[in-house]
DNA sequence: CTAGGAGCTAGAGTCGGCTCTAGGTCAACC
DNA sequence: GGTTGACCTAGAGCCGACTCTAGCTCCTAG
């Protein structure tokens, strides 16, 4: 059960991780890798199955929208090592509470996209003859104040 | 209860919406109102009520992903008024699948973020003395692979 | 009558996050 | 030995969605 550290080269990732081999020398560009990339005695960019754990960590991190430098402090401070514990923590909280915020706004428009889907449907299901004017029965919309209009 | 129309500043308008008036020369620029803004003698723009339910829908749908372009298209479905439902419905359940794709792409961030988040909360629980080395005790790890390293 | 404030237009600038190009190296195969 | 094909660097370009600027008009208050 000897591991030995499967080498990789920038296309093998790129494959691995969905991300172009472009996004993956900007990445390095922009300090998001923990440890220096390798290379091989001709240049070339050699990762390991660290980076590409790393890189899947990235790639949810920035799906979720942490934007580039807070993602480049967060590797910053792993790349220190121990002792700043806190300071992980703290970005992670900070990333946490935009996270849920996101995921509010998300569930609020899904509510609006819900109700104006029903009230079509509603309305397609209707016989084509009693379609048109019904605009009044706004009476027991939703809170969503807006989205009472039958647009 | 004559409701008035109520005719509104874009100064006025942007208070209300949270957009700025830069922002909303640029939405009616690129079509995202369902009537044309009416002017004043004076040329300046008067908005109504309806429009601000207009924009806080649009605001809302912008909020979760909706590109501009979808939102002019769907504007002008509204605006070319009844018979277009099916289109509609389709623009719709085609953004409802956006947002519940970027809903899990939240919870899998979200999971991710609670586990380092618990990962660090207990080491910081530590007494100090005990910390540090600790990183073989990998095995009941969550089924996020990349989750594992304790970075 | 003039100073301030809100509004106008057209168009330039910004920012984030890649993506692409130009021009080159290197190793392997036919 | 010529041709792929994968990789390299530095830097330009692009896209979306605003944001800002310059230079103007208009209204109102003092």
Redesign the interface.
Known sequence: MAEFPARLGIGQVAERTGLSVHALRFYEHEGLF?NPVRRDPGGRRVYTE?DV??L??CI??R??GMPLPALRRYTEL?RQG?GN??Q??AL??E??AS??D??R??????D???F??GV??D??DQPVAD??CHAASDEDAPRL?????T?
């Open positions: 923990v660290d754990d790393w899947t960590v949810i991190l799906a979720s792993v121990h514990e806190e992980r923590l992670l909280r990333h946490q996270v849920t996101q995921m706004k998300l569930t609020e428009c899904l609006l996209v819900r104006k889907i079509y449907e309305l397609l379609r048109r104040a807006s989205a009472r209009a647009h």
